[in-house]
């Protein structure tokens, strides 16, 4: 804080009364039928104002570990940083492997803010103690099927998992199955693509362990393995793919498709499928954020989340990524199916943490090497 003094300097009266008089003697010697009236002006008096100015601390800065695409979310934290003033830095990576570069670092992490594609991530890393409980009134802000069942993490966007089909191969009412399951009979045989690599492919997988069991979620791997699947490195090259025709399924999260459509128009011949028999194929998962407890920057993590819950971070996800926003009252896009109307799975997010017995899995069937 600074103060700055300034005097504010007034003539005096006499020169007011004596300016006074002077002109009115040259106007009476002009016209001598005017009565000189003389008026005494009262003069304040002079004071003293002393201004305080405040001066503010800098904004400061954020430490932000991403396993959310840069692509995706890079706009709104740009937002975020110019509106705020705040300096953030974000590292970016697979969710699975953020979780895992977190918890070696462990207290000496620089991070603030885990943001995390999909709760598997946010799970590892909550069981390993290192997210702080989140206030109440942030977590108010978000269904609490969306949101850790411990308070400490909090999704702020919504992605389900679909089939994505080619419209010119598959008629997806009389050719795809109910669930996940059949698609290991043979007749899918070189006509299915996965990213199992993809940290949304391997919450997905997390959930078939905790619904289905080991044993079956094991035994559906293989059957898809067995049917020759095309590998990708991630969901946007199956989609195109899906599209092209080199396959005619996929396995993917539903707002990809959104932006192939938006940038090449409603021609694009793939489309987006809801699993009707619900289960693991149908999960609605969610992009979470939790504040790293040992984070040297509380405040500026905590306006971090408070952002992402807002209504111009949740219009954000609704209009230009074509995710769900999870926030009540924001409106989705109107190319996408409401929430409400997906089909029902009871799967709780927080359950979904055994994020290295997936990838064990994964890799002991040859999925991953």
Not at 307 to 317: E, I, K, T
Request: glycine share 10%; charged share 20%.
């Amino acid at each position: 804080m600074y103060r700055v003094g300034f005097q504010n300097t007034v003539s005096s009266t006499k020169m007011i009364l004596y300016s006074l008089i002077v002109s009115s003697l040259f106007v009476v010697s002009c016209q001598p039928e005017v009565v000189e009236v003389v008026k005494e002006v009262p003069v304040e008096k002079v004071v003293e104002v002393e201004k305080v100015v405040e001066v503010g601390s800098a904004p400061g800065s954020l430490v932000v570990y991403s396993g959310r695409s840069e692509s995706l979310v890079q706009p709104i934290i740009d937002q975020f940083a110019a509106a705020s003033g705040i300096e953030v830095e974000v590292k970016y990576g697979k969710t699975a492997e953020m979780a895992a570069v977190l918890m070696e670092e462990g207290n000496n992490s620089p991070a603030d803010v885990f943001w995390a594609q999909d709760p598997g991530g946010l799970g590892a890393v909550a069981e390993a103690g290192m997210f702080a409980d989140l206030p109440a009134d942030v977590l108010a802000n978000v269904d609490s099927k969306f949101q850790s069942k411990n308070g400490n993490w909090v999704g702020v966007s919504g992605r389900a998992r679909v089939i994505v089909y080619n419209t010119a191969t598959i008629d997806p009412e009389k050719d795809l199955p109910s669930d996940l399951w059949g698609f290991v009979e043979p007749e899918w045989k070189g006509r299915l693509g996965w990213a199992p690599t993809n940290g949304s492919f391997q919450a997905m997988v997390t959930a078939l362990r905790s619904t289905w069991g080991e044993d079956k979620t094991k035994e559906w791997l293989q059957g898809i393995m067995a049917n020759d699947v095309g590998v990708y490195p991630k969901n946007t090259p199956q989609v195109a793919a899906a599209a092209a025709g080199e396959i005619d399924v996929g396995f993917v999260n539903h707002y990809y498709l959104h932006r192939f459509i938006a940038s090449e128009g409603e021609s694009f011949k793939a489309r987006n499928y809801f699993l009707p028999g619900g289960g693991p194929g149908s999960l609605v998962m969610v992009a979470g954020v939790g504040r790293i407890d040992t984070g040297a920057n509380e405040d500026n993590a905590m306006k971090f989340i408070n952002f992402l819950l807002s209504p111009v971070a949740q219009q954000y996800f609704a209009g230009q990524t074509y995710e769900y926003p999870l926030v009540e009252g924001v409106k989705i896009h109107r190319e996408l199916t409401p929430i409400a109307e997906l089909p029902k799975i009871d799967i709780d997010l927080s359950d979904l943490v055994d994020l290295q017995g997936t990838v064990d899995l994964l890799t002991e069937v040859g999925a991953l090497e």
